[in-house]
C-alpha cells in the first residue's frame, strides 16, 4: 500500500537533539524527514508540503502539541494526517485529552526504536488503506454515474417514443421509425450488458484475464461505440468524421476498450461547441495502434491537463450546453488502456491561450492483433 515516493514525515519537536535522534532513525528506514521546532513553524510547514504522518511533541513553549493539534484537525487539507503525541506525560488524562482531539497515538519520551518504528509503520499502512477505501469509493460513484447516463441516453428516445403508443399517431410513427427503434433497443441491451462486466471489471481492480483479450476489428468497435454516444452528439448537432482504415485490428478487452472510448468520445463532444466535428483516425505504429479522436472544442487549460488522469486531483468542468460530470472519467479510461496493456496521451490548446487553433486530441494506444 505504500506510495510511489518515500513516505514523509514532520517531526514536531522544540529540542534540535530530539529531532536529530528521531530523524536518524526514521533516515535509516527510507523515510523522507521535514522538521519544526515549533507549533507556528509546523503549521507554516503544512501550508507548502504533504506529509503522510505527524510526529508531534507535547510540550512546547507559546503553542503546545494539543494546541498545535486542534489547529491541523480544523484545517481540511490536513485533518487525515495521523498525528503520533511524543510525550514524557503518560497521565491517563492526557491521553484521553490527546485521542479526544485526534490523535492516533502517543509514544512516550526515552523512546524505543523498535516500538517507534513498529507503530509508525501500523499507522502509515492504516492510513494508506483508508485511502485505497476512498479511491475505490470515488471510482465506483464514477462508474455508477456513467452507467446511468450512458443508459438514459440509450433508452430516452424509445422510452419517448413508447409512452405515445396509446393512441393512433404514436402507434404510426413508431412503425415509420421501426428499425431505428428497434436499433436503440439492441444497443440498449448490449449496454446494460456491458455495464455488467464493466461493474465486474472494476470489482476486479481493472484487471481480467489475458484469454479475455482477443483481436477485433477497430472500425466495428468504434462505429458500435458511437452509437451509445449518438444522443449526446445529435444533441448538440455535432458531426464525427470517421477515417478508419478498413482492415486495422486491435487486441484488446471488448468492455474495457469500449469505456475507454466512450469516456473520450463523450468528453470530446462535451467540451466542443454545436455544429463541431469530432475526427476519429488510426494508423499502426510498431506492435500498437494509434487511435486518435480530435476536436476543436474550448481545451483544456495547462493547470488541467497535467492531473487529468489524476483520481486524487479531479476537477469538475461543466461542457459547452453546462453539461455536468463527475471528473473520474478519464481516471477510469486510463486505468482500463493500462489494463489491456495499452496508454492514453492527451495535448490540448485551450481556448483562452489560443483563440484562433483551440481543441484536444486523445490518442489511445492498443496492442496491434498479430
Not at 210 to 219: D, S, V
Not at 320 to 331: A, L, N, P, R
Amino acid at each position: 500500500m505504500h506510495s510511489h515516493h518515500p513516505q514523509r514525515i514532520l517531526i514536531v519537536d522544540d529540542n534540535i537533539k530530539n529531532i536529530q535522534v528521531l530523524g536518524s532513525v526514521l533516515a535509516k528506514q527510507g523515510y523522507s524527514i521535514f522538521t519544526a521546532t515549533s507549533g507556528a513553524q509546523a503549521l507554516e510547514k503544512l501550508r507548502e508540503i504533504t506529509v503522510d504522518l505527524i510526529l508531534l511533541d507535547i510540550l512546547m513553549p507559546e503553542m503546545d502539541g494539543y494546541e498545535t493539534a486542534k489547529l491541523i484537525k480544523k484545517n481540511p487539507q490536513t485533518l487525515d494526517i495521523p498525528i503520533i503525541f511524543l510525550t514524557a506525560k503518560t497521565d491517563p488524562e492526557d491521553i484521553v485529552q490527546g485521542f479526544e482531539i485526534g490523535a492516533v497515538d502517543f509514544i512516550t519520551k526515552p523512546f524505543n526504536a523498535t516500538e517507534l518504528l513498529a507503530r509508525l509503520n501500523t499507522h502509515l499502512e492504516l492510513k494508506a488503506a483508508r485511502e485505497m477505501l476512498k479511491k475505490q469509493n470515488r471510482e465506483r460513484r464514477e462508474l455508477l454515474h456513467l452507467m446511468a447516463n450512458d443508459i438514459t441516453n440509450a433508452l430516452s428516445v424509445t422510452i419517448s417514443l413508447l409512452e405515445n403508443v396509446d393512441n393512433d399517431d404514436g402507434l404510426a410513427l413508431l412503425h415509420k421509425l421501426k428499425d431505428e427503434t428497434l436499433t436503440r433497443l439492441n444497443n440498449a441491451a448490449k449496454l446494460i450488458k456491458m455495464t455488467r462486466n464493466m461493474q465486474s471489471l472494476v470489482d476486479k481492480e481493472y484487471h481480467f484475464d489475458t484469454q479475455e483479450m482477443a483481436p477485433m476489428n477497430l472500425r466495428e468497435i468504434v462505429e458500435d461505440t458511437v452509437q451509445l454516444v449518438r444522443r449526446q452528439i445529435e444533441f448538440k448537432h455535432q458531426t464525427i468524421e470517421d477515417n478508419i482504415p478498413n482492415d486495422l485490428k486491435v487486441n484488446a478487452q471488448m468492455v474495457a476498450f469500449s469505456n475507454v472510448l466512450t469516456n473520450t468520445l463523450s468528453n470530446a463532444s462535451k467540451f466542443s461547441y454545436p455544429g463541431n466535428t469530432i475526427h476519429l483516425s488510426a494508423v499502426k505504429e510498431g506492435d500498437y495502434v494509434k487511435l486518435t479522436v480530435a476536436d476543436q472544442g474550448i481545451g483544456i487549460p495547462g493547470d488541467l491537463l497535467n492531473p487529468l488522469f489524476d483520481a486524487e486531483a479531479t476537477t469538475l468542468r461543466p461542457g459547452t450546453e453546462g453539461e455536468t460530470g463527475s471528473g473520474y472519467g478519464m481516471f477510469l479510461a486510463r486505468s482500463f488502456a493500462e489494463a489491456m496493456d495499452g496508454r492514453i496521451e492527451v495535448t490540448s490548446r485551450d481556448i483562452k491561450h489560443h483563440p484562433d487553433n483551440h481543441g484536444t486530441e486523445v490518442t489511445i494506444y492498443l496492442q496491434a492483433a498479430k
